[in-house]
């Protein structure tokens, strides 16, 4: 290891980043030096310009995507700013403007379907688990017996996204997969283990299942893990729960973001009427 990647990565750990951040950041460190076949801190402000240019060149070919750049951009600017004090360098660099997607929604038949073709028993556990209780697929995966809150009905989400606990539901339909499954896998401590003892299942061992899952049951749209978390706050919010509740069982900070999921549930607009509907005959 390079004594710059060592320096990064020391001055990421002490500003507490995760894991997967750090390995991004490096990654695209590692991009940058290899372009060059340089250290990125004998580049200058033209040759980062270049590099990002090549980047949105492959953008607009489709080979990466905007959100792939940015994170680039992020790393860069950790690096120059933070790292080798060289701020200058990006300093005139901008982002993209923000994308506005809405999320990918299943209906609750479709929802069914899904799951009926998942023939492993630990991941329609935890992909059911996913869109029981609302939970990040990294969240999911990590969940341990002394999670499972049989009393208050509750699961304790330990440090999800922002490093933060909370709380979120369990259903009773979804206590009892719970039971079946842990009567049958008989887990000591993380409900779902990789080969290697002690070790979760990888986040990307899930992702396979689901996209094999999606083309077994013939839906026609990209699923995802995280697809059954937009389903499950979609859903709620469909069948009247307070946006308010919704932001908590999702642990984001911001009602804000919660509010998306105003824009995709498409039978709540169904059920809205026009205020053409309230005029007089005419």
């Known amino acids: 290891m390079t004594p710059l990647r060592q320096r990064m990565i020391e001055d990421m750990r002490m500003r507490d980043f995760s894991k997967h951040t750090i390995e991004a950041y490096v990654s695209a460190v590692y991009r940058l030096a290899k372009h060059y076949h340089r250290s990125p801190d004998k580049l200058d402000r033209d040759e980062i310009r270049a590099f990002l240019v090549d ?18 951009l992020a790393a860069l600017r950790f690096l120059y700013r933070h790292v080798l004090r060289r701020g200058e360098v990006v300093e005139d660099v901008r982002g993209p403007k923000p994308q506005k997607r ?27 688990l996913a869109y029981g209780a609302g939970l990040r ?38 206590l009892e997969i719970l039971d079946r499954y842990c009567w049958a896998a008989r887990p000591e401590d993380l409900l779902f283990t990789s080969r290697v003892k002690g070790r979760p299942i990888t986040d990307s061992a899930v992702q396979r299942v689901c996209i094999q899952a999606q083309k077994d049951s013939g839906i026609d749209k990209r699923i995802s893990p995280h697809t059954l978390r937009h389903s499950f706050a979609t859903h709620l919010l469909e069948a009247g ?36 509907d309230a005029l007089p005959d005419v």
């Open 137 to 174: 697929i990294g969240e999911a995966v990590r969940v341990r017996i002394s999670d499972i809150d049989r009393q208050r009905k509750v699961i304790r989400v330990e440090q999800g996204k922002g490093k933060k606990d909370r709380y979120t539901l369990l259903s009773p339909a979804l």
């Open 241 to 276: 729960t307070d946006l308010r509740v919704i932001q908590v069982l999702l642990g984001h900070a911001s009602p804000k973001t919660t509010a998306i999921y105003t824009h995709v549930s498409t039978a709540l607009i169904g059920k809205t009427v026009s205020p053409l």
């Open 102 to 128: 809405l999320p990918v929604v299943l209906s609750v038949p479709e929802v069914a379907r899904f799951f009926k073709v998942i023939t492993s028993l630990k991941y329609r556990t935890i992909l059911m």
């Open 55 to 72: 980047l949105v060149n492959l953008v607009e070919q489709g080979k990466v995507s905007w959100s792939y750049y940015k994170q680039i």
